[in-house]
């Protein structure tokens, strides 16, 4: 883990309430569950009030179930000891499932995030053009964001494949009438 913003930690939700919403963990406690006052907020009738605490420190994250009555699991295995997060844990809460990412630990980048990298330090680096979309990084540390999906267009094959039945159908109608 880093003091480098876009290396701090991120949970993102990805079934629940909110898919998509995400949260930087900076160091210090967050507080995990359904009260309107907790550093982050599931609105979901099976996540306790005060569900769990992720404490971040040392370059560690320890998630700690606070005796929530449905339990709080990692990785398909509910805990109940202080356990540490690595990256790619899932972590679910009643309904809401959680997954954890520690970009300055990861081999790959799993949210589709680019660390912005310093011209000094790498003089020789290409510079890539950004796509426009805004990634978990642009949000405010601790605000959710939705993540964008891509707009669906109908295959050629399906279009080819309503306009022959509606040919067929109109044929076969012709031969009816003219018989």
Aim: hydrophobic share 40%; glycine share 8%.
């Amino acid at each position: 883990m880093s003091e480098h913003q876009s290396l701090l930690p991120l949970l993102q939700m990805i079934s629940g309430p909110t898919p998509g919403a995400s949260y930087r963990l900076s160091p210090g406690s967050r507080v995990i569950g359904r009260d309107a006052d907790l550093d982050i907020q599931i609105n979901d009738i099976k996540v306790s009030r005060c569900h769990a605490v992720i404490d971040v420190a040392d370059g560690r994250a320890i998630l700690t179930d606070q005796e929530s009555t449905n339990g709080t699991w990692v990785n398909d295995s509910r805990i109940d000891r202080p356990t540490e997060l690595r990256d790619g844990d899932r972590i679910r809460l009643g309904g809401a499932e959680l997954c954890f990412y520690d970009p300055a630990s990861a081999l790959t980048d799993p949210v589709g995030t680019r660390i912005p990298r310093s011209m000094a330090a790498l003089p020789s680096a290409p510079v890539r053009p950004t796509t426009g979309m805004r990634s978990p990084l642009h949000a405010a540390l601790g605000e959710p964001t939705q993540a964008m999906r891509p707009r669906r267009r109908p295959s050629l094959a399906l279009m080819a494949g309503l306009i022959g039945v509606f040919l067929v159908g109109w044929l076969a109608w012709l031969v009816v009438v003219l018989a």
